[in-house]
Structures are given as structure tokens and as C-alpha cells.
């Protein structure tokens, strides 16, 4: 009896996805072989292969039975309807699922895993907070560096009161020695020179009260504008952390939607009849 050889359609497609508001433009090549051929067109055999003209032969490299078909191929319709029928369910089955990402206007590519979309999500809002956040630290930069010059001012200040006070210290220790155990020691008998003496040392102990209490007050400046340093850095890196949070929030934020195509969409490049050999 030999191999029997019965009749198909091959068919070649281009399908063009076209989304104007994401700047998307693709297109697809689909291949198919309609087998076997039914009396009245349809799609319930249709067959997606790959294939081109090398897969073709002009004539079996087996003798075989040639197996006539319900369809009526004389007629150049059942080819022309069953071409249309393959359009519709294209147009039914073959809408294009895509990854979107409203908030930063990105589109995934055709057939791109929803994971790699999500990374380049991610770059983009990384971009995003980095530039959000060079206006933060913009508007709280002059702001830290006025604190950061007043606070290196205020060290330095209480550093130069702090010597001073040391001095007086010293001054008055050497003023008490000198002058009141030196008159009492010295020889002096005269009770107004002892409490001259004794003033001269109180004077000496008042001046450096005051200079403690101008340390005490410059160092309780340092303290308040270290105090306001720690704050304004705290402030910022507060904000850092809110803007990385939405941007994450943004990046993650995908959903998917269908590219839908119409018979406008679809070309028809190649509907021939094989004949495809079987047991």
C-alpha cells in the first residue's frame, strides 16, 4: 500500500503589535499547518510549526497513496476562508501579555521575564531617589556646613577660655602664695598690707569665676550646636530613608496588561497546500 499522503495547509503569518502610549512596536512571525483538512474551514487542527522551504519537497522521496480530502480544494475559497479563519482565532488567542510600570512609564520588552523587567524597574528608580535625594541634601547642605563652621567656631572658643581660666587659676594660687602667706611669713606686721594682700587675691579669684563661667557658657555652646548638628543629620538621613522607601515602592509596583491585535495586524504571507506523508 505504501505511505499515504494527505493534504494540509501550511501557513505563515506576521503579526504586528503596535501600543502607541508605551512606544511599543513588535513584531511576530507565527507558522502553522492545518491538518487534516476539514469539508468546512476551521481551526480545530491547527498545528503551530516552524518550518521553511528546505522542510519542502516537490515530490515524495517515498512512493505513496495520495489520500483525497474532504475539502474541496479546487475552490480557491476553502483556502481563502480558512485563512480567515485562522485570523480570527490569532486575533481570539494571540493578544501580546506584556509587564507595565505606570509611575515610571516602562514597558517590558516582548517575552521578558517578569524578574529581569523588575530589575530594570528598579535601576530606573534607583535613578529616580538619587535624584530626589540630591535636592534634599542640597537644601540641607548649606544648612549643615552653617553649623559645622558655627560648631568648630564654639570648640575653639571654649578651648582659648578654657587656657584662660587655667591661667587665672594659676595666677590666683601664685597671687594668695605671694602675697598673703608672703606678708604673714615676710615679716610684715602691718594688718593693712595682709588684707590688701587678702583683696588683691579675691580679685584675682573673681576673674577666674568669671572666666569659669564664660567656659561653662561657651562649652554649653558647643554642646547646642553639636546637639543641632546631630539633629539636622538625623533629619536628613530620615529623608534619605523615606525617599528609598516610595522609589521601592515604585519600582515594585508592576502589573501586566494584553496588547490586543485585529485583522489589520495580521499579514498572511504564505497559505499553500502539502501533502504530509503518514502511516
Known sequence: A????????????????????????HTEVWEAVLFPLTEVPGTDHVFAVDYDARDLLESPVNPGR?????????NKRYVTDATAAVKDRL????????????????????GEPQNDFL???????????????????EKL????DKVKDALDTAELRAQQLEQEQ?????????????????ALLGGRKSVRSITGAVGRAANSRTRTQ?????????????????ATLEDLENELTEELAEIQEKWDSIAGDITQFSIPIDKTDITVEEAIVIWVPTA
Request: glycine content about 6%; aromatic content about 2%.
Open 66 to 74: 495520495f489520500v483525497l480530502p474532504m475539502a474541496n480544494l479546487g
Open 166 to 182: 587655667s591661667s587665672n587659676r594659676t595666677s590666683e594660687l601664685l597671687n594668695v602664695g605671694g602675697s598673703v602667706l608672703g
Open 91 to 110: 486575533i481570539r488567542d494571540r493578544a501580546l501579555n506584556v509587564w507595565q510600570n505606570t509611575e515610571l512609564k516602562m514597558v517590558s520588552r516582548p
Open 210 to 226: 568669671r572666666a569659669g563661667n564664660r567656659t561653662e557658657a561657651a562649652l554649653a555652646k558647643v554642646e547646642e550646636k553639636a
Open 141 to 144: 547642605a548649606a544648612k549643615i
Open 2 to 25: 505504501g505511505t499515504r499522503l494527505q493534504a494540509a495547509i501550511a501557513l505563515r503569518a506576521s503579526i504586528m503589535y503596535d501600543h502607541t502610549p508605551s512606544d511599543l512596536r
Open 119 to 137: 530589575t530594570r524597574c528598579t535601576l530606573a528608580a534607583d535613578t529616580g531617589a538619587d535624584t530626589e535625594a540630591d535636592k534634599i541634601r
